[in-house]
């Protein structure tokens, strides 16, 4: 069997088009009779309407109508990812109408659309709009919200929480921390965060009226799951007569996940007006107030443990910030994916954790690249630093002394990662963290950074290093444990793969998942080509197109290559099993006789008697000659459940330097270790890592999403908000371990968020490390020069 693909570091098929500009996105799009949609948005955070009145506007030319919200009977969008996996969990659910109806929740919320000939006639329409809004009191901070007398977002929804959760063992961790001669507490938060891809969110909706089918260009990550919510859970239409198509999508970072109103609203409105398409494309302003942001958790952080260095527990409160109303799966971000994974790496024996999710008159939060799991990573690195300054230890010690032991694979986490009802467990399928650790080290040279200290003392400067040893789970799955455990957004979580084998040998390989520019094409082409011997040249690979495509559950959570991969790689196995079948027909041997090397099919002993699969798939597809039950065609589908999850680790060291001056934080030196299994392609894995520490040092440094006390965004823009930028950026120095894991074929456990997850805390720890000699023990983020040299003039006694 070739092997000289798989593993290779070879260029991206998609990048031709996508560098040339010869991609097709939604915006590309022109449909014959296309009209435009546009959108009015609340300028209240907090407020009831009155009334609403458009006669102006449907007045105005080219205006074809204008919709609010008691004209559309849809039901309000879905929330499919409850708190669960405890009894008695209450979630209060308040989800987005496709315009809001009676009230606005924040900034941003729709609650009027025209419809017109062209963009500029439906946005010139919208401003002739007058609505008769009633302001009510806001709140923006998820602790503030909890309190009494805070401003009451929904009468379901007392003192604004969606639910408490809780994970773990309380009595066991309360007595855990009696015990312990060392008990460090924390107060942390994790700021608002604005997702940037390079394409905002758009639709095209068209209803026929000669077959009564819609079919929705959309950008995102998952049409099929969009067009089951849209059909079953938000319109009515049978899922049938829904087509949902999704073009080269522009970046995406957990965005594009979820079911979003201007989705059932391009649906409606194609309706409305007989059936002419109806484009909706945001605007970056827009994307900032209307599309998910992420993380935004406020925490109470407390490790116990011995002088010794050793972990006894961990315990965190958290308030979780979901908005003014909840998104498709907001309540399983900071309770599966968060409290479950909080002690991360470690032999924590007793963990607790509590959850509360609370409304504030803010955009919906929901998953953004890594999704709970860097506000797990981040509380638990910090811990594991903040222990390490309370006994005097050298953090790289502590996270050593504590790490979970190779030989203790698969790790049942006390978290209570995945114990559902029925007994149903999630392990930690595997992991050796010390040579990872010791990698990084090495590599940024540890052992000298006290000199490095003292020279930049010398200079003005004070230097610091941070680490960061992170597990994520990826590939999430399998359905029954999803199912068992009452977690998961309310569906299976397998994948899909449809191999076809033209009378050519050539390949078409038909994917469920989506992808947003990770190189998916790529990366298949190169499993396919690997297991059936042929060069990827012989490979296309289609996906997101629910018309002809398998069914499956989307990209996000590194899940692709782990479920799909797998998919792939037995929908091959089925296509070279019934080849080799064939081949023996055609030599006339025994199947048992016949090998397969490549993509020749020999009787064994006599390598000149061959068929290849080219020979095999004529011969297949023309059927003269069929043994007995075997049907032509060379042509197999494969839906796969993985039995577990994926946990990739490393370490990862950032080294800054701060300036005393200033404040100005400057990130010198960047060190990443990433243990992610085998590699299908290392050169779009470390592309993959560069971008997603990117991501995670810009919230370390620049990010964050300001709300000021009137629900106002005050960061609504480029201008407004710092995204990080390459120059910005050291050269990012990669190494690596590979512990392959033993859930799927291929060996491989996902990368696309492990940079966003071990990057952050690396940076908060350096910058913690470098003021520690001012005695400054914590900090929250972004570290702006501002916030670094108020804290510099703080702890020195001076006016801040």
């Known amino acids: ?18 560098i040339t500009g010869k991609g097709r996105y939604v915006d590309d799009i022109v449909l014959q009779g296309m009209v435009h949609a546009a959108i009015l948005r609340s300028p209240y955070a907090h407020a009831n309407i009155r009334s609403i009145d458009t006669a102006a506007a449907k007045a105005m030319p080219g205006v074809l109508a204008v919709i609010v919200g008691a004209d559309i009977p849809y039901n309000p969008l879905p929330m499919a990812w409850p708190a669960g996996g405890v009894a008695g969990i209450r979630n209060n659910i308040n989800t987005p109408r496709v315009l809001a109806t009676d009230s606005v929740k924040w900034t941003g919320e729709g609650v009027a659309a025209v419809i017109a000939e062209t963009p500029e006639q439906a946005f010139d329409a919208l401003e002739t709009i007058t609505v008769d809004w009633e302001p009510l009191p806001t709140v923006v901070d998820a602790e503030a919200a909890t309190k009494p007398g805070a401003p009451q977002l929904h009468e379901n929804a007392p003192n604004n929480v969606v639910f408490e959760w809780t994970v773990g063992d309380k009595a066991g961790t309360d007595a855990a921390f009696d015990a312990a001669p060392v008990v460090v507490r924390q107060r942390v938060v994790n700021q608002r965060l604005i997702p940037n891809p390079m394409e905002v969110r758009g ?23 969009q067009r089951l919510l849209l059909a079953a859970f938000v319109t009515g239409v049978p899922e049938h007569k829904v087509r949902c198509i999704s073009p080269d999508v522009g970046g995406a970072f957990g965005t594009k996940i979820f079911c979003y109103a201007d989705m059932a609203l391009v649906m409606f409105a194609s309706k409305l007006i007989g059936g002419r398409p109806v484009k909706w494309i945001e605007s970056r302003r827009e994307s900032y ?35 003014g109303r909840l998104s498709t799966i907001g309540p399983g971000i900071p309770t599966t994916l968060y409290g479950r994974v909080l002690s991360g790496c470690y032999r924590i024996p007793n963990v607790w954790c509590e959850v509360t999710g609370v409304y504030t008159n803010t955009t919906f939060v929901d998953a953004y690249r890594g999704a709970g799991r860097p506000e797990a990573t981040y509380i638990i690195e910090r811990a594991m630093d903040l222990f390490a300054d309370e006994i005097g230890m050298d953090p790289a010690e502590v996270r050593r002394r504590n790490f979970i032991a190779p030989d203790a694979f698969p790790y049942d986490n006390p978290s209570g990662l995945g114990t559902a009802s029925n007994g149903e467990k999630i392990f930690i399928d595997s992991g050796n963290y010390e040579p990872a650790l010791d990698k990084a080290l090495a590599i940024v040279g540890y052992g000298g950074m006290a000199t490095a200290k003292t020279a930049a003392r010398a200079r003005g400067k004070f230097l610091g290093v941070g680490l960061s040893t992170y597990i994520e789970v990826c590939g999430v799955a399998p359905s029954k444990w999803i199912g068992a455990v009452g ?97 023996a027909h055609m030599l006339e041997a025994s199947v ?209």
Not at 294 to 322: C, M, P, Q
Request: contains cysteine.
């Open 289 to 323: 107030g209307s599309t998910i942001h992420g993380r935004d958790h406020i925490s109470y952080l407390e490790i116990a443990g011995d002088r010794d260095g050793t972990v006894s527990g961990l315990r965190v409160k958290t308030f979780a910030n979901l908005g």
């Open 487 to 583: 977690e998961g957004w309310g569906a299976a979580m397998w994948e899909s793969a449809n191999l076809k084998v033209h009378l050519t040998g050539k390949v078409i390989l038909t994917m469920g998942t989506s992808p947003q520019g990770q190189g998916h094409e790529t990366t298949y082409s190169q499993i396919v080509a690997h297991e059936l011997g042929i060069p990827m040249e012989d490979v296309v690979v289609l996906h997101s197109d629910t018309q002809g495509t398998p069914f499956g559950y989307g990209s996000y959570g590194s899940r692709t290559s782990s479920v799909g991969g797998t998919a792939a790689v037995k929908a091959a196995a089925k296509v070279r099993e019934k080849a080799r079948r064939y081949a």
């Open 1 to 18: 069997m070739a092997t000289d693909v798989l593993g290779a570091p070879i260029k991206r098929v998609e990048d031709p088009r996508f």
């Open 203 to 225: 639709d095209i909706g068209w209803y026929n009226p000669g077959t009564e089918e819609y079919t929705i260009w959309m950008s995102s990550q998952t049409p099929h799951i």
């Open 592 to 800: 048992d006789d016949i090998e397969v090397i490549g993509a020749e099919y020999r009787i064994k002993g006599s390598p000149e008697k061959k068929k290849t699969l080219q020979e095999i798939a004529f011969a297949l597809d023309l059927g003269f000659s069929l043994p007995d039950g075997m049907e032509p065609y060379l042509d197999e589908t494969v839906y796969h459940d993985t039995p577990n999850c994926t946990w990739p680790f490393g370490t990862h060291v950032a080294v800054v330097e701060i300036d005393e001056e200033t404040g100005v934080v400057d990130l010198i030196r960047y060190v990443a270790v990433d243990d992610v299994g085998k590699k299908i392609n290392p050169l779009i894995v470390d592309g993959q890592l560069h971008g997603g520490i990117a991501q995670g040092v810009g919230q370390a440094l620049w990010e964050g999403a300001i709300y000021g006390e009137d629900g106002q965004l005050l960061t609504g823009s480029l201008l407004d908000y710092a995204l990080p930028r390459a120059a910005w950026l050291p050269n990012l120095e990669l190494g690596e371990t590979v512990t392959p894991s033993p859930v799927n074929p291929l060996g491989v456990k996902g990368v696309g968020e492990a940079g966003a997850i071990a990057s952050t805390a690396a940076v908060a720890n350096a910058v913690v490390d470098a003021l520690s000699p001012l005695g400054i023990r914590h900090l929250d983020m972004p570290f702006t020069a501002q916030t670094v040299w108020r804290a510099i003039q703080s702890a020195k006694g001076g006016q801040a």
